[in-house]
Structures are given as C-alpha cells and as structure tokens.
Nanobody, 119 residues
C-alpha cells in the first residue's frame, strides 16, 4: 500500500482545512485509516481514525480529545480515500499531519503534509 496525502497549508485561527489521503496498491476497504500529527518538539500523536465497518464509508471513528467536535474523519472506499475535515483551527493544531493505513500486522505511513495555523 502506498499513501499520498494532500491539502495542508497556511490558515488563520478559526479557519478550516481539508486533508485528503489516497491509497493505492491494497484493498482499501480492509484498512483501518488514521491521521496522526507531529508538532515541532513533540511526539507523533493520533488525531483521528476510522474503521473498516461499513461497505462504502467505513466504521467506527475515534478522535483525540483535543480535536473532538472540530475535526471529522471520513472515507470513501470506492475512491480509496480518507479525508480529515478540520474546522475551528487553533494555533496548537500546527503540525505535520500524516496519513496511516493499518491491517494487522502491517502499518504504512504516507508522507506528511504541513498544516500551519497562524494569524
């Protein structure tokens, strides 16, 4: 599986961005898809994940407490894509965001996409 992420950029506090990640080379519907982020000087952390449950759009979602109510993860199995809609962005959301695909025992990382929240 290979992952290609896009959608990062510079946004003002309170603004929105939508990240997208396209997978190739695997059975997308069988992959648990996640977004992680890593801020300067900090460890990489899980932002959101979505399971494999539904036929078209996946299963259960899980969010970090810091983004609940602001971020939304979704997937389109027909297009092999996972998206992260980020609303009400805060300065502390600044980080490199990574797409992740997992199916035990394998996990694959995409290249990061930089999100900068600044006034």
């Amino acid at each position: 599986v290979q992952l290609q992420a896009s959608g990062g950029g510079l946004v003002q506090p309170g603004g929105s961005l939508r990240l997208s990640c396209t997978a190739s080379g695997g059975i997308f519907s069988m992959l648990v898809m996640s977004w992680y982020r890593q801020a300067p000087g900090k460890q990489r952390e899980l932002v959101a994940s979505i399971g494999t449950g539904g036929v078209a759009t996946g299963g259960d979602t899980n969010y970090a407490e810091s983004v609940k109510g602001r971020f939304s993860i979704s997937r389109d199995n027909a297009k092999s894509t996972v998206a992260l809609q980020m609303n009400s962005l805060k300065l502390e959301d600044t980080a490199v965001y990574y797409c992740n695909a997992a199916r035990w025992p394998t996990t694959v990382w995409g290249q990061g996409t930089l999100v900068t929240v600044s006034s």
